[in-house]
């Protein structure tokens, strides 16, 4: 970043603050001394899904959404609370390291949420998302969410799985 008064090309930057999609800084002339100010354009990284069959695809928050939309047909959970399992899912994916989530793992991040809404919604969402073979496989996930809830109020966190 060039001073704008000695076109030194070393600043330090002293103060920064987000202002909307940019990020505004001031900056000192490590030469000049003198201080001026850059807005700067902050990069978000692309967010890309690592799919089922090992391809990428980019991240769309309205698919993901569509899909909640479907889990939670005619039961009490809000616009409101469909957003917050969107926002959670991208609070993950800025969090990490790589930009890039498995579908697993953002399915594990919406059941997680769903969980705690409505159980009717994280069972539909569970049935499409893990992909049920046969109906041994989705009893058994309603039977365990039955244990969880006899079990004294214990949050086990699940780790996403890795296949
Ligand atoms: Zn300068």
Redesign the pocket.
Known sequence: MR?P????EESKVIDSRPAEDRKRRRRE?R????RFTTYEIVEKPLRIVIKRDGSLEQYDRNKLLAGIYHAIKKRPVSYAQVNEIADKVEEKYDNSWHSQMSSVQIGTIVLEQLRNIDEIAYIRFASVYQNFKDASSFIAVIAALNQEETETGTETGTEPEET
Not at 31 to 34: D, E, F, S, T
């Open positions: 001073c008064y000695c076109q030194y002339c030469k000049c001394g003198r």
